[in-house]
């Protein structure tokens, strides 16, 4: 059974920065693409950003230059460094993987851009 736990959410003011974490309960090299989704109250789930096995990334318009997703291997853990954040980057933010055709999804942490 596959488990993402996502951590590191929270509350900050307009401009500062977060990083998000999610676990998995497996290797993820056994993933060929791991990405970080959110959903604000009212809107569709969007996609954020997404990163290869081999380390290539893409990054939704709206974060470009902003965020940065990275993985780290040995930890099981891919990363989702957030700066400069916005009001409108308020949302909960999803860990998302798949494996054999099955999507994972983890619990969900909140971040919540406010002053």
């Known amino acids: 059974q596959v488990q993402l736990v996502e951590s590191g959410g929270g509350l900050v003011q307009p401009g500062g920065s977060l990083r998000l974490s999610c676990v998995a309960s497996?290797?993820?090299?056994?993933?060929?693409?791991m990405r970080w989704y959110r959903q604000a109250p009212g809107k569709e789930r969007e996609l954020v950003a997404a990163?290869?096995?081999?380390?290539?990334?893409n990054y939704a318009d709206s974060v470009k230059g902003r965020f940065s997703i990275s993985r780290d291997n040995a930890k099981n853990t891919v990363y989702l460094q957030m700066n400069s954040l916005k009001p409108e980057d308020t949302a909960a933010y999803y860990c998302?993987?798949?494996?054999?055709?099955?999507?994972?999804w983890g619990q969900g942490t909140q971040v919540t851009v406010s002053s």
């Open positions: 990163i290869t096995s081999a380390g290539f990334t």
């Open positions: 998302n993987a798949k494996l054999q055709d099955i999507n994972y």
């Open positions: 497996v290797s993820i090299f056994s993933f060929n693409v």
